[in-house]
């Protein structure tokens, strides 16, 4: 539990540090940038489609003809913008975080290497090739869980239970082998999965629920229009702090836990030396071929 609490608020501290800071930015200059291209290139294609759509159902002529009637005629001209931007924003968001996570987790790995373990030495037991492979099986693995575990959302306490739990154990296994897979041996790496999974399983838990705060926000932007462009960007830059919180943790426990195992192995004694081997007994000497009479 010692190790758990240090390395929370030391995770914590770590987030106001101007590298974090200047990461937790980074998804929003990317969405800006994606932002500012893709309208260059498509918005007024995009909006062409949507209108037209839009005009051709006679369900939404309806609807004109009824904003008409109410003096709201105006709101037409703003509905198929509003249709693009809220149809083209989760993705632009989810690239972005995609990007991210793969740029954020290494950095701040190292920065709490650099800063803690200087000293700890890099045994190379993960590729990149190994951490995608990892990655991709656990989320395999998750999306099967939750498929399964579908009908007992029905339950009301379960529902808040079990995608959690789920998504707590993708995150710890995740993250704490992209943590480790620079420092540990796979020998290292199993062995401390082994002996801190149900810990781990907690931090990814926590952080699963943690994440759970910016969903509010792009609820909130989705439900008032108005503050859309001002809500979002605030809920995916919370987002962002949450994962680099989330990755800092990892990196602090483990490395932590890491260091701690190898000074174990050092302090234990070393295995007495096998004794030697017995000498072969000498073979028998031949007589010699003069002591034998002849054929």
Not at 39 to 62: C, H, I, K, P, T
Not at 184 to 189: D, L, N, T, V
Not at 251 to 271: G, K, N, T, V, W
Request: charged residues 10%.
């Amino acid at each position: 539990m010692g190790l758990l609490l240090d390395s929370f608020w030391r995770a914590a501290a770590y987030c106001l540090h101007p590298r974090v800071i200047a990461l937790s930015f980074l998804p929003l200059a990317i969405m800006v940038a994606l932002s500012l291209g893709l309208g260059y290139f498509y918005w007024d294609g995009a909006l062409q489609w949507v209108r037209a759509a839009l005009e051709s159902s006679d369900l939404m002529n309806s609807v004109w003809d009824w904003l008409q009637g109410v003096g709201a005629g105006n709101l037409k001209t703003v509905v198929a913008p509003l249709i693009v931007i809220f149809a083209v924003t989760p993705l632009i968001v989810l690239l972005s975080l995609l990007v991210v996570a793969a740029l954020m987790t290494p950095a701040l790995t190292r920065l709490v290497a650099e800063r803690r373990f200087a000293q700890l030495e890099r045994k190379h037991g993960g590729s990149l090739a190994m951490s995608l492979a990892w990655s991709l099986g656990s989320t395999v693995l998750a999306l099967v869980a939750l498929v399964v575990s579908l009908p007992l959302w029905l339950v009301p306490p379960l529902i808040l239970v079990l995608p959690p739990l789920i998504w707590g154990w993708l995150t710890y296994r995740v993250m704490a082998f992209d943590a480790l897979s620079d420092h540990a041996s796979r020998q290292e790496r199993r062995e401390l999965f082994r002996r801190h999974r149900m810990r781990l399983l907690g931090i990814g838990v926590l952080t699963g629920y943690l994440g759970a705060a910016p969903s509010i926000l792009w609820a909130s932007g989705a439900l008032f229009a108005a503050a859309f462009v001002i809500l979002v960007p605030v809920a995916i830059w919370i987002y962002t702090l949450v994962f680099a919180f989330s990755s800092l943790w990892f990196a602090h426990y483990c490395l932590a836990a890491l260091a701690a195992l190898r000074a174990e192995a050092d302090a234990s004694p070393a295995a007495p030396p096998l004794p030697p081997a017995a000498a072969a007994p000498a073979p028998l000497a031949l007589a010699d071929d003069a002591n034998f009479p002849p054929g």
